[in-house]
Structures are given as C-alpha cells and as structure tokens.
C-alpha cells in the first residue's frame, strides 16, 4: 500500500532495518530521533516514529509516565488518537492518563475514520488501494511475543509493518478480526462505501488484494465535510446570559482544538437565516449542541448534523441536564457549571480531539 501522503510513514520508509526500538504505546516496530534532544539538553523532545501508531512526542520529564496494565483496547485507542494527531505530545503522567482514558468510538465513526484516511491518502476518485495484511495477527503476535527490547534489524520486516500497521490506527481498530468487519462487513456490504476484488470481500481472505472508495463513499466524505473542513459549528441559544459560555469555553475550546468556530448570529450572510444553518452544518467539520434553555432550533440542528452523519458533540448546563428532552438523554452530553468555565473548556477541547483528531489551524 503506497501510505506516501502519511509524514510518518515517509519518514520511516526511508529507514527501513532502522526500526529496531519498541513503541512505548503499543509495542511494535519503531525508530526513536533523539535529534531534537540532542539539541536540546533541558526540554529537548525525543520522537519516536512507530509503524502503527505514527509519530509522537516524549517529554523527558514524562520518561517517568508508566504505560503498564494497559489493555489492547486501549492500546488502539491511543494508538488511533495518536495517529489523528501526528506529533502528539506526551509531556507528564497527565497525557498518559488522558490516552488510557480515551473513548471508544462506535463502529460507524471508526470506519468513517478509515474511509476518511484512504480519501487523504488516494485523492484521486478510482485509484487502485493495494492491501497488504495477510496474517495481520500473527504478525502482531510475533513482535509481542519476543522477550527482547530491541528488535532485528530487518529492512524487509520493517517494510511489511509500515504497509500493514498503520490500518490498526486508521481505524482505531485493536487486531485483524475487527479490520476485517470495518472494511468488509461495514464499508464494502453494509454502506457500499468501498469496492473490492469479489473474493476479497466474500471470503475476508487478506492475501494481497485491491479496493477503492466507491461513488457512495465519495458522495459521503463531500456531504459530511469530512476531507477538507477546519469549522466547528455551534447551534445554542443566543440568549444574552449565554455569551459568556461562548466566549470563555465553546469558542476558546474549538480554537484550542485547531478548529474554525462558526455561530450563526456571529457569522455575516445575506441569506435566509433558515437556509444558511442548513449550509453551515454542511459544510462543518462537526457541530455542537448545547440544550441549556431547551432551544427548538439546537435539537433541529443536532438532529439534522446526525442525519448527514456528522460528528454531534452534545453539551448543556448542569441545572439543564434533567430537562434534556428522552430522544437526546441517551447522549453523553458535557455537563458544565457557569461558575467553573475554564473546566468545561478543556473537557470539550478533549472531546472534540478524542472524536476528531487534532484540527489544522
């Protein structure tokens, strides 16, 4: 598989038989750069370039930050958050805890994941996607299963894990059983996102195979803004005892995040005010909606961002959270305190990183 567009990938494939450290995260082939240390004695990074999990960061005041205990579902989540934010940081035992703790997507945000790392990679509608993950687990026995911290160098071995490793993180995805029900089952049968070789996609067999992102997936990524968005947009009330939320956590949060933070009342148009909600939301990258007041028009937008499966990050203030209407209980919504701001920014920072990824801007 040609992973050229993905930095990290470039880089270790011009260091192939170089990646003989291990991922501090999950354990599999990896080269360290002490470049920046070097450089640096007092806060100088080490980066580590890991087959699956991309690269990364490590303080040298969080060389002390125990990674142990850990489970293989958290080990693809941190991998997958990892991999959406190339060059992540690990600065204390906080940011180890913060990776432990992430959220695990559902099944349809982790195939749009994948689906929207192939349209990053393969721009071009109809070219060819080479898969290269024939016994995926039992590769990724092998490395966990060896007693030694360092690895062989072995400029074909390392070759092998840089085409195969990184769909675990596209995807967020924990061994081969779960990639495969991603590609096959989901994309392929169920959304008819992708295309394949017809014994690929009967049988699963993951020899050396072809796909491609079909005219539906294409059709996808475009209505839900998924390849090229950096705006947030925000549907709440535009009450005046609101605009301190607005200022000191919703747009500080999304700015943090990397995101463009877009509210309809703050935002000039021309338009019907109806048909540039409609437009925004389309053209967003993800939407949050916070009920406080119990707004009609917020459900609506909630409502129609799902629709077009886009990301819905729901919020609302603590004395709200009982009147929340039963269609959106179920939610994990943010619950905030107006005497507590600075908190509710950083938690929907988190949220709107462990759901998206860290944005552009």
């Known amino acids: 598989m040609n992973f050229l567009p993905d930095t990290s990938v470039r880089f270790l494939s011009k260091n192939l038989g170089a990646l003989t450290q291990r991922c501090l995260i999950c354990r599999l082939p990896a080269y360290y750069d002490y470049t920046e240390q070097q450089k640096d004695s007092i806060h100088g990074l080490l980066s580590i370039f890991c087959s699956r999990c991309g690269h990364f960061r490590l303080h040298r005041f969080a060389k002390t930050a125990t ?83 360092g690895l062989p160098a072995r400029a074909t071995d390392d070759k092998i894990s840089i085409n195969m490793f990184p769909l675990l993180s596209f995807a967020w ?29 009967k049988t699963g067999d993951f020899r050396p195979c072809w796909m491609m992102i079909a005219p539906k997936g294409w059709e996808y990524l475009e209505s839900v803004g998924l390849s090229d968005s950096k705006t947030g947009f925000v549907a709440m009330s535009f009450d005046k005892s609101m605009n301190k939320v607005w200022q000191d956590a919703l747009r500080p949060a999304i700015e943090d995040a990397g995101y463009s933070p877009l509210r309809i009342d703050k935002h000039e148009h021309n338009n019907k005010i109806d048909d540039e909600i409609i437009a925004s939301i389309r053209g967003a990258r993800f939407v949050i909606s916070d009920f406080t007041e119990g707004r009609g ?34 939610f994990n919504h943010i619950s905030w305190n107006q005497n507590d701001l600075p908190a509710f920014k950083i938690a929907l920072k988190n949220r709107i990183e462990a759901t998206l990824g860290r944005g552009p801007i």
Not at 112 to 135: C, D, N, W, Y
Request: glycine share 4%.
């Open 67 to 149: 990674w142990n205990n850990v489970s293989s579902r958290q080990i693809a989540n941190a991998s997958g958050y990892i991999r959406d934010n190339q060059g992540y940081v690990i600065n204390s035992e906080a940011d180890v805890e913060f990776l432990k703790d992430l959220k695990t997507p559902s099944v349809a945000e982790k195939a749009h994941k994948l689906l929207r790392a192939f349209s990053k990679m393969f721009p071009i509608a109809g070219t060819v996607i080479e898969l290269r993950t024939f016994q995926l687990d039992k590769r990724l026995k092998h490395y966990l299963d060896m007693a030694d911290e």
């Open 173 to 201: 995805a924990e061994n081969e059983m779960e990639l495969k029900f991603l590609l096959i089952e989901h994309l392929c049968k169920n959304v008819n996102f992708l295309v394949g070789e017809d014994n690929y996609v």
């Open 297 to 330: 028009g917020v459900y609506f937008e909630a409502g129609f961002a799902a629709g077009l499966n886009k990301p819905v990050i729901w919020t609302v203030r603590e004395d709200w959270l009982n009147k929340l209407h039963f269609d959106t209980r179920q």
